[in-house]
């Protein structure tokens, strides 16, 4: 009985610790699929984090919050892609640019807002069970009740993956990636797809980064998402640029992280820093083509020009 | 000779100049104007900026020492980036490089070396280290053809975890547990293995890793603008198919470029370790990879940008710490700071080149 409430428990929290990487390597994975390796998912969702955070508690109500990461995150995604996309800036570097400034600029409006080092708590996202799966014994509590948003992020990559494999629009967005000049030749806004993927990963990340904020922790500190954009980015390289393999990816990378937690209870001794380390392994040997050959669409991080 | 700047340098370097400086007033005037919103005193925030980055002989040498490793990063990055391959690890590199200095460094018979090979083995292994850690992106790229950005990026975050773990592990490099509040981090490494001061009698912490930067630089300036190797890495940059047909061997080339740029970060490490911290802790690399390569990429290729772009940096950093110790002005400005004119420069310089196609 013990054991099988520690795997519901493990279930739950990995699914909990997939979500947030789930949305931003879902927004992530179009924008790669229209070319342009979007560096700044760690800044977009820093700022989604804040920006919901500060909105909640301003409003006590979180969904509000949510609402305003998402906008919060438009200006932000608009220079990303200005900067990549229209200027032919070096996408890594500017990147890593809004990444550090968006660091900052959460740090400073922290502290301004709230003083010093204060954990203010937040109005958060109440918990939900879908109905009937909440019934069920064991699984119902410690499983399938979880925040709306987990729900929501599910079906979003569901719906982002029919869209890409199925819909004219998924095919507009793989050629602008693949074959940019192609693309254009046969008449494709080459362009306006790319700034539409871009800000549609603004928008995912900020969720990501709200679902930390708003939906798990219930407050805000600096730089919460220590890292995580870039396992979101790590999450669509092992998932070889395929919607379904992403979402795998971010599960594993979630029970990755849930056993750090649980794995200390049961009194098996592994170092820490392996489970962490885990996910960027695991992507690497993905991509250094052991385990089969990898598709990155063929102009990622190519700026295109039309001549 | 009162010709116009731009007569002089070229019009591209003026205008690169003229970008830079704009972007960093520009930055400037922008953490001013937060200074005065946040109702604190600009006057003071200037001052201890100041006083933090060159006010004391201490505070210069530290600047110095900070930029001395973003710059060593820098020129890793434009080796590579010569053969249109990108280093993103130099944070990895940093963390492999002060890993291995520090296993090396607190070895007792490394300790005992005679002649200067105490200090210089553990530079010399962390350098090598961080060339395999280099050389393995290199080797992917030319084996399975797998991006060098992704290979790099991934390969740093893998290296930051291993010090992770090392520092937390006593059969690795954590000190000996003592009692339970013994800090996850080395012993400190001894007198015999730590850089030699250069200026110890005016009080400037400078260390013999800076001559050696300096050559570094050189050399760098060296290879790429006069030597053959500079000019089959601009080939093979341009052109691998041609380069190849012109009997350059590009898997080599690829695998040693890499190798080159992760022993610059190595090296970084080890000096960091070595001139500076003297204790390996988690968090060693503290983003100084990021900024190096920020520092490359700004560089736009030059060994003389590297240079300006990494001082730059490094009294950044160093005036901002001292503004918060002293003026309460968050450091999280400078960040601020820094990512503007990282953005700024990012953007401008390639609008201001004409828009060619970036290769």
Known sequence: MKATLAAAVFAGSTLRLAAPLLLASTGELVSERAGVLNMSVEGMMLIGAFAGAVASWASGWPWLGLLCGMVAVLPVALLQAWLSIRLRANQIVTGIGINILALGATTLAYRALFGGRSRTEIPGLERWSPPGLGDLPLLGEQVFRQVPLLYVALALSVAVGWTLRRTAIGLAIHAAGAAPRAADTSGLPVEKIRYGAVLFAGAMSSLGGCFLSIGDIHTFTEGMTNGAGYLAIAAVIFGNWRAGRTALACLLFGGATALQFQLPATGIQVPNALLIMLPYLLALVAVAGVMGRQSPPAGLTLPFARH | ?359
Do not use: C
């Open chain 2, 1 to 359: 000779m009162n010709l116009p700047l731009a007569a002089r340098f070229g019009g591209r370097q003026a205008r690169a100049v003229g970008v830079s400086l704009a972007a960093v007033l520009g930055s400037a005037a922008v953490a001013a104007v937060l200074v005065a919103t946040m109702g604190l005193s600009l006057a003071d925030g200037v001052a201890a900026f100041a006083d933090g980055a060159w006010g004391s002989a201490y505070a210069l040498g530290a600047s110095v020492n900070r930029a001395l490793a973003l710059a060593l990063v820098g020129l890793g990055f434009i080796v590579a980036q010569r053969a249109n391959l990108t280093n993103v690890g130099g944070e990895g590199q940093i963390a492999i490089g002060g890993m291995v200095a520090a296993a090396f460094a607190l070895n007792p018979h490394v300790a005992a070396l005679p002649l200067g090979l105490a200090f210089a083995l553990p530079m010399l292994a962390a350098a090598t280290a961080g060339a395999a850690w280099g050389a393995l992106a290199g080797f992917l790229k030319a084996r399975s053809g797998t991006n060098e950005v992704i290979s790099t990026l991934l390969l740093s975050f893998i290296a930051v975890w291993m010090l992770y773990g090392s520092v937390q592990s006593p059969a690795l490099l954590r000190q000996p547990m003592t009692s339970s509040s013994t800090l996850p981090e080395s012993l400190p490494i001894p007198e015999s293995t730590q850089l030699p001061l250069l200026g110890a009698d005016l009080g400037l912490p400078l260390h013999v890793g800076l001559p050696v930067g300096i050559a570094l630089a050189l050399g760098v300036a060296w290879v790429l603008r006069r030597s053959v190797v500079g000019v089959q890495l601009r080939a093979i940059g341009l052109n691998p198919q041609a380069a190849r047909r012109a009997g350059i061997r590009i898997t080599a080339a690829t695998v040693g470029v890499m190798a080159v740029a992760g022993a610059f970060g190595g090296l970084a490490g080890a000096m960091m370790l070595q001139g500076e911290q003297w204790v390996l802790k988690a968090g060693f690399s503290s983003g100084y990879g990021f900024d190096g390569l920020v520092v490359g990429l700004l560089a736009r290729g030059s060994t003389i940008g590297v240079v300006a772009a990494a001082m730059l940096f490094g009294f950044l950093r160093s005036g901002g710490i001292n503004m918060e110790m002293v003026a309460a002005v968050p450091t999280a400005l400078v960040v601020v700071m820094q990512g503007l004119i990282i953005v700024a420069i990012a953007g401008a310089s390639v609008a201001f080149e004409g828009r060619r196609a970036v290769p």
